[in-house]
Structures are given as C-alpha cells and as structure tokens.
C-alpha cells in the first residue's frame, strides 16, 4: 500500500515551454500533497504545500507563477513549470499524506526528471 | 524554523558491520522523526520513522533512537548488506499536517 506515482518520470523541453507534471496516489486518498525540488547530490526542497480544492502554500523564495500548483481531486495534484530555462533543470519530487494510515507518514513518487534545453 | 543537521555526509562500511548516521534538530516542537533511502534516480522511501512520545524503534535490521533532551535521533543498520548502499536523509516535522525538514543526507556505502 501507500504508492505515489509520477508521470512522465523523464521529459526533456525546450526553454520557454511549459511542462506539466503529475502526482497520483495510487491505493490512497491524499488531502495534502507536497512538491519537492532536489538538485545533484543534494537533500530536497520544499517547493510547496498542495491541499485538495484550495490554493497551494509556497514557500519562500519560489514563484508561484512559474510553478504552478493544482490540486484537483484526493489522488491526483500536478505541477506546471511555466515558460522553462535551463535553470529549471532538476529533479522533481511529490509526496502524498495517507489520511486512511498514520497522520503522520508522508510517501514519495518516484521522482520526474526535468531537462531544459 | 526547525533546522536539521545530519552526520556523517558518507559512510563506508564493510559487509556485515552496522552503520550509524545521526541527526539534531532545533525545535524542541518537532514530534516526527522519518528516515528515508534514496537509490539513485528514484523518489525517497521511507523505511522507518519514530514520534516523540518513543524512545526507541526497531524493524529487523533497522532501528532509531530518539532522546529529546539532547534533540537528537539517531538511524542504526545492523548486519549491513551492499543493497544497504543508498543516500539515507533524516527529517524532522511538528505534529499532523505540518511539513518535514530534511537533512542533508548520508552516502552509505557498504562495501562486499
């Protein structure tokens, strides 16, 4: 139990485009969502905090308007990397609560490796 | 903010030896301690986690200690095996909903 899938696991865009990455819990309902970025060799960062039929929670220093947060329905929440550079080149993470398990336990995808060109 | 700090940044060990990596927290507010193995290229997976009301956790080969005086919690690997060889990070949360605060991370590399 307490799978967190992500989709597509690689893309590859040019800069300027728009990329859309997907989260899904897979056997568990998720109020809370979190979206993490990890560079090489690096611990994650927590981009934002995604809660099911409201506005995500940023944290500082991340623009909500290039990383755009939607968190639709218990099992799925999806990031949009608006008008990519290279710099946005990294690897992201989401991570689901199980409201059904612990309060506490957070499960992670597999992680989507972004590459702008 | 809560602030975590994790050591040591890597870890050799040879097969069959146990392995230790430490962390401190700095928020006496924190309750959730998760340990988390990271294999190359893929998402963390938690593989053990301890709250504040545990002193001690154990999962066969796997425990953590926690003492919330000193604010800190410690990952034991006994009887380490090469697929043991990953990035372990530690974090720290306060209470349900909250976000986690990783640390750093340990390379452990266990060695055949």
């Known amino acids: 139990g307490a799978v967190v899938s992500q989709h597509p696991s690689r893309v590859i865009c040019k800069s300027g485009t728009s990329v859309k990455i997907e989260c899904r819990s897979l056997d568990f309902q998720a109020t809370t969502m979190f979206w993490y970025r990890q560079f090489p060799k690096q611990s994650l960062m927590l981009m934002a905090t995604s809660n099911e039929g409201s506005k995500a929670t940023y944290e500082q220093g991340v623009e909500k308007d290039k990383f755009l947060i939607n968190h639709a329905s218990l099992t799925l929440s999806t990031l949009t990397v608006t008008s990519a550079h290279p710099e946005d080149s990294s690897f992201y993470i989401c991570?689901?609560?199980?409201?059904?398990?612990?309060?506490?336990?957070?499960?992670f995808g597999p992680g989507t490796r972004l590459t702008v060109t | 903010g809560e602030n975590v700090e994790q050591h040591p940044s890597t870890l050799s060990v040879q097969e069959g030896d146990s392995a230790v990596i430490k962390c401190t927290y700095s928020?006496?507010?924190?309750?959730?301690f998760p340990w988390y193995k990271q294999e190359l290229g893929k998402g963390p997976q938690l593989i053990i986690d301890i709250r504040s009301n545990v002193g001690e956790k154990k999962d066969q080969r796997i425990a953590v200690t926690l003492n919330k005086t000193a604010k800190h919690f410690s990952l034991h690997i006994t009887e380490t095996q090469p697929e043991d060889s990953a990035v372990y990070f530690c974090a720290a949360s306060m209470s349900y909903g909250n976000k986690l605060v990783f640390g750093a991370g340990t390379i452990l590399r266990v060695k055949s």
């Open positions: 991570s689901a609560r199980d409201l059904g398990g612990g309060v506490y336990e957070q499960y």
């Open positions: 928020d006496s507010a924190s309750n959730y």
